[in-house]
């Protein structure tokens, strides 16, 4: 009789106290919103990093075997058929390299392009800030990213790659392109909202921009053809982060980049100018518009 009645009121009690103890909506306190945001963020990147590969046989092993998989496919395409190499050293963990970066920018944005739309039955459920959806999408691409690199270090002492003290240079470089992509990602997730064409239009998009990129092969190959062309590759940014990091990681003595290619200072900078712009931009069109994603959607 005594444990029927207490237990509602130990239940009411621990409500009430729970109650007293969560932040007030009229006054928000930040660091609580702040602590509350970043566990909303960890809950969706542990969340989506799980069902990403939910049921497939492989599981996580696809993180590491879809770009190897595109890799042995393009080095024998262009590098052992086409011969594309151009005699450049460590050729083949260059292209793997470039493939990883790539991979993670043209994936990262095409989660971050979806992310929205498909939380849009949490987001009229829950309330936190909506760019977390999108950042975790991101997070989650970068996990992939963190893995792969750590294979390409792996083939590249294999390969008898030599690093250097610039290797220390490399996050600087990932920082860069996560930068951008975060920027992207944040426009095309507001764009697909109120139009699902930009999916479609964002993959032929991405088809074109890998290869018009040195990628699958060296820039010295755009430099024969026309340095001004190789110039204007390297003011693109993703370009620009891919060629680094590959110099920082893999090849310092025969890899262009925008900084050792380009002798003006102020063109030279270019890329970094418009990673501010695209990553502000990204923002403000996010902010504009996302109190309007819950009704839309």
Same mark, same amino acid.
């Given at each position: 009789?005594?444990?029927?009645?207490?237990?509602p009121? $130990?239940?009411?009690?621990?409500?009430?106290?729970?109650?007293?103890?969560?932040?007030?909506p009229?006054?928000?306190?930040e660091?609580?919103?702040?602590?509350?945001?970043?566990?909303?963020?960890?809950?969706?990147?542990?969340t989506?990093?799980?069902? $990403?590969?939910?049921?497939?046989?492989?599981? !996580?092993?696809?993180? !590491?075997?879809?770009?190897?998989?595109?890799?042995?496919?393009? #080095?024998?395409?262009?590098?052992?058929?086409l011969k594309?190499?151009?005699?450049?050293?460590?050729? =083949?963990?260059?292209?793997?390299?470039?493939?990883?970066?790539?991979?993670?920018?043209?994936e990262?944005?095409?989660?971050?392009?979806?992310?929205?739309?498909?939380?849009?039955?949490?987001?009229?459920?829950v309330?936190?800030?909506? #760019?977390?959806?999108?950042i975790?999408?991101?997070?989650?691409s970068?996990?992939?990213l963190a893995?792969?690199?750590?294979?390409?270090?792996?083939?590249?002492?294999?390969?008898?790659?030599?690093?250097?003290?610039?290797?220390?240079?490399?996050?600087?470089?990932?920082?860069?392109?996560?930068? *951008?992509?975060?920027?992207?990602?944040?426009?095309?997730?507001?764009f697909?909202v #109120?139009?699902?064409? *930009?999916?479609?239009?964002?993959?032929?998009?991405?088809?074109?921009?890998?290869?018009?990129?040195?990628?699958?092969y060296?820039?010295?190959?755009?430099?024969?053809?026309?340095?001004?062309?190789?110039?204007?590759?390297?003011?693109?940014?993703?370009?620009?982060?891919?060629?680094d990091?590959? #110099?920082?990681l893999?090849a310092?003595?025969?890899t262009?980049?925008?900084?050792?290619?380009?002798?003006?200072?102020?063109?030279? =900078?270019?890329?970094?100018?418009l990673?501010? =712009?695209?990553? =502000?931009?990204?923002?403000?069109?996010?902010?504009?518009?996302? $109190?309007?994603f819950a009704?839309i959607m």
């Amino acid at each position: 009789m005594n444990n029927s009645v207490t237990e509602p009121n $130990r239940d009411a009690a621990g409500a009430a106290s729970a109650a007293a103890a969560a932040p007030k909506p009229a006054k928000p306190v930040e660091t609580g919103k702040s602590n509350y945001s970043l566990v909303v963020l960890k809950e969706l990147v542990k969340t989506d990093f799980k069902m $990403r590969y939910q049921g497939s046989l492989l599981g !996580v092993a696809w993180t !590491v075997l879809k770009p190897l998989m595109l890799f042995v496919v393009m #080095y024998f395409v262009f590098v052992r058929f086409l011969k594309f190499t151009d005699g450049t050293p460590h050729f =083949a963990m260059v292209l793997l390299l470039g493939i990883v970066l790539w991979n993670f920018f043209a994936e990262a944005t095409n989660m971050g392009m979806q992310s929205i739309v498909s939380r849009g039955d949490l987001m009229r459920k829950v309330h936190f800030p909506n #760019y977390i959806i999108v950042i975790a999408a991101t997070l989650n691409s970068m996990i992939s990213l963190a893995i792969n690199l750590g294979v390409v270090i792996v083939f590249s002492i294999i390969n008898g790659v030599h690093f250097t003290w610039r290797v220390a240079l490399v996050p600087v470089g990932i920082l860069e392109l996560y930068a *951008i992509t975060v920027g992207v990602a944040l426009m095309l997730a507001t764009f697909n909202v #109120y139009y699902r064409d *930009i999916q479609h239009l964002w993959e032929v998009f991405l088809q074109a921009l890998f290869y018009a990129m040195p990628i699958i092969y060296p820039l010295s190959m755009a430099v024969n053809v026309s340095p001004r062309f190789a110039e204007l590759i390297l003011l693109n940014p993703v370009a620009q982060t891919i060629q680094d990091i590959r #110099y920082w990681l893999i090849a310092p003595e025969t890899t262009p980049t925008t900084w050792n290619y380009i002798h003006d200072p102020w063109v030279a =900078a270019i890329p970094l100018l418009l990673v501010a =712009a695209v990553l =502000a931009l990204g923002i403000y069109v996010f902010n504009r518009n996302s $109190r309007k994603f819950a009704e839309i959607m």
